[in-house]
């Protein structure tokens, strides 16, 4: 995996599972593949824990997983601005972690992730690895699956979303995860290139994945969605269609670079992807002193779209943040799920081992409330009804999403209902416990919704 470069330093603050009887094989099977390669007790974060909602459980497909490069020539680089403020171009290589649908041969070993994030200077990047499912280079299972691509937090690495990016990939998608590469956070100046890159380079690769992929028989070109996390969910939320406003400070870009992206000029357009049917955007930044879209430019989005939020996020304000988006959002049939509580580590695999002694890399990953591994599963459930609904078509995931009592402690499940302790409901009346959640296991959640206006 690449190493992040040593001179960044971005604060971590700012930006075996209960299966159905039809599904303990594939269990067993997905046991086998990762244990033998797995060199410390921990199971793979893509595997929900055992009161983990429905459908986080993994589907049927095993995950294979491969890296490409892909070169987007003749970009300006904002952050090489000579001193008179000429900004120069060069050839952008983006590097791209794919997980897909595999057939791995018999006895192949599933990969262990290996990468680094930002310590506390003056401590050097912190190392740390994660067990995997998937197997490197499997050959793919044969048809055209629906295309995810994901756009990981500032400073962030893609493998530290593998909870998301293998659970997925089980399910029949192709998950092309981007590995931006981040200066530091704290200068403006700097901070400048990923508010001109994320949405440019979500949309470059989604429409290069669209092609080359689409040729090698992998995809579907015209299913294509966005998930992006903190950063990322600026990125995906402007790649869907939220209009830059030409006077925010996106447009402040040394060399006004930017400017031709936004609303109203000539580029806007190469910046939304296209055969989007869906966006989810977790603790998502752009709002707040941002103001990157002003008043109407979320106002673009016509895709279904899925915020998850914690309302306590210290880093990315709820209120003006993904709240806010929900309210103007309005042309999109939308949904916002609230941790209540929670903060803005909502997006990233539990603690590894190595991130866990220190409070500043444990923080990368843990919320200060809300346990890791329920996040995930609660995240992994949301999203899998959410993408097989608008992405697949499938119409049963409706009842997982739409006509919910919107606060989860309010529900009921009268005790008459309940012999078994680990119930699970099936959001029929009288019992009002969302569909797919767990009796007893379940609290803390708020899920809004709204359909599109003209």
Same mark, same amino acid.
């Given at each position: 995996m690449?190493?992040?470069?040593?001179?960044l330093?971005?604060?971590?603050?700012?930006l075996?599972p209960m299966? %159905?009887?039809?599904?303990?094989?594939?269990?067993?099977?997905w046991?086998g593949?990762?244990?033998?390669?797995t060199?410390?007790?921990?199971?793979?974060p893509?595997?929900?824990?055992?009161?983990?909602?429905?459908?986080a459980?993994?589907?049927?497909?095993r995950v294979?997983?491969r890296?490409i490069?892909?070169?987007?020539?003749?970009?300006y680089?904002v952050l090489?601005?000579?001193?008179?403020?000429?900004v120069?171009?060069?050839?952008?290589?983006?590097?791209?972690?794919?997980?897909?649908?595999a057939?791995p041969?018999?006895g192949?070993?599933?990969?262990?992730?290996a990468?680094?994030?930002?310590?506390?200077?003056?401590?050097?990047?912190?190392?740390?690895?994660?067990?995997?499912l998937?197997v490197?280079?499997?050959p793919?299972?044969a048809?055209?699956?629906?295309?995810?691509?994901?756009?990981?937090?500032?400073?962030?690495?893609?493998v530290?979303?593998?909870?998301?990016?293998?659970n997925?990939?089980?399910?029949?998608y192709?998950?092309?995860?981007?590995?931006?590469?981040?200066p530091m956070i704290?200068?403006r100046?700097?901070?400048?290139?990923?508010?001109?890159?994320?949405?440019?380079?979500?949309?470059?690769?989604?429409?290069?994945?669209? %092609?080359?992929?689409?040729?090698?028989?992998?995809i579907? +070109?015209?299913?294509v969605?966005?998930v992006?996390?903190s950063?990322?969910?600026?990125?995906?939320l402007?790649?869907?269609?939220?209009a830059l406003?030409?006077?925010g400070?996106?447009n402040?870009?040394?060399?006004?670079?930017?400017?031709?992206?936004?609303?109203?000029h000539?580029?806007?357009?190469?910046?939304?992807v +296209?055969?989007?049917?869906?966006?989810?955007?977790l603790?998502?930044?752009?709002?707040?002193?941002?103001?990157?879209?002003?008043?109407h430019?979320?106002?673009g989005?016509?895709?279904?779209?899925?915020?998850?939020?914690?309302?306590h996020d210290?880093?990315?304000?709820?209120?003006?943040g993904?709240?806010?988006?929900?309210e103007?959002?309005?042309?999109?049939?939308?949904?916002l799920?609230?941790?209540?509580g929670?903060?803005?580590?909502?997006?990233l695999?539990p603690?590894?081992?190595?991130?866990?002694?220190?409070?500043?890399?444990f923080s990368?990953?843990?919320d200060?409330?809300?346990r890791?591994?329920?996040?995930?599963?609660?995240?992994?459930?949301m999203?899998?009804?959410f993408?097989?609904?608008?992405v697949?078509?499938?119409?049963?995931?409706?009842?997982?999403?739409?006509?919910?009592?919107?606060?989860?402690?309010?529900?009921?499940?009268?005790?008459?209902?309940?012999?078994?302790?680990d119930?699970?409901?099936?959001g029929?009346?009288?019992?009002?416990?969302w569909?797919?959640?767990?009796?007893?296991?379940?609290?803390?959640?708020?899920?809004?919704?709204?359909?599109a206006t003209?």
């Amino acid at each position: 995996m690449a190493r992040r470069d040593p001179r960044l330093r971005t604060p971590p603050g700012h930006l075996l599972p209960m299966l %159905h009887s039809h599904h303990r094989p594939l269990l067993a099977l997905w046991a086998g593949l990762f244990v033998a390669a797995t060199a410390w007790a921990a199971a793979p974060p893509s595997i929900p824990p055992i009161d983990a909602p429905e459908l986080a459980a993994l589907g049927p497909d095993r995950v294979g997983v491969r890296t490409i490069e892909l070169v987007d020539p003749d970009q300006y680089d904002v952050l090489a601005a000579d001193a008179a403020g000429v900004v120069p171009k060069h050839d952008r290589h983006i590097v791209v972690d794919i997980w897909y649908p595999a057939h791995p041969a018999a006895g192949a070993q599933a990969e262990n992730y290996a990468d680094e994030l930002v310590s506390e200077e003056p401590a050097p990047p912190a190392h740390f690895t994660v067990p995997g499912l998937a197997v490197r280079g499997a050959p793919a299972v044969a048809g055209r699956h629906p295309l995810v691509i994901v756009s990981h937090g500032y400073s962030n690495v893609t493998v530290a979303l593998s909870w998301l990016t293998e659970n997925l990939a089980s399910k029949g998608y192709v998950v092309a995860a981007i590995r931006h590469v981040d200066p530091m956070i704290g200068n403006r100046s700097t901070f400048a290139g990923p508010l001109l890159r994320r949405p440019l380079d979500i949309a470059f690769v989604a429409r290069t994945l669209s %092609h080359s992929l689409d040729t090698e028989g992998l995809i579907d +070109p015209t299913r294509v969605a966005l998930v992006g996390y903190s950063m990322g969910g600026y990125g995906v939320l402007t790649a869907a269609g939220a209009a830059l406003d030409p006077a925010g400070p996106a447009n402040l870009v040394v060399g006004g670079v930017m400017l031709p992206y936004a609303a109203g000029h000539p580029l806007a357009a190469s910046l939304v992807v +296209p055969h989007l049917k869906a966006v989810v955007a977790l603790a998502p930044a752009g709002g707040g002193t941002l103001h990157v879209w002003g008043d109407h430019g979320i106002e673009g989005i016509k895709a279904p779209l899925l915020l998850i939020a914690g309302d306590h996020d210290l880093t990315v304000n709820y209120g003006t943040g993904a709240h806010d988006f929900f309210e103007h959002a309005v042309h999109a049939p939308r949904y916002l799920l609230t941790f209540l509580g929670g903060g803005h580590g909502i997006g990233l695999d539990p603690a590894p081992p190595e991130m866990t002694s220190d409070l500043w890399n444990f923080s990368w990953f843990e919320d200060p409330l809300w346990r890791k591994d329920k996040i995930i599963a609660i995240n992994t459930h949301m999203i899998t009804a959410f993408l097989d609904r608008y992405v697949k078509g499938d119409e049963t995931r409706a009842a997982y999403l739409d006509g919910l009592v919107p606060r989860i402690d309010d529900t009921t499940w009268p005790a008459e209902l309940a012999p078994r302790f680990d119930m699970t409901s099936t959001g029929t009346a009288p019992v009002t416990l969302w569909k797919g959640f767990k009796r007893r296991f379940s609290t803390g959640l708020e899920l809004l919704t709204a359909p599109a206006t003209p």
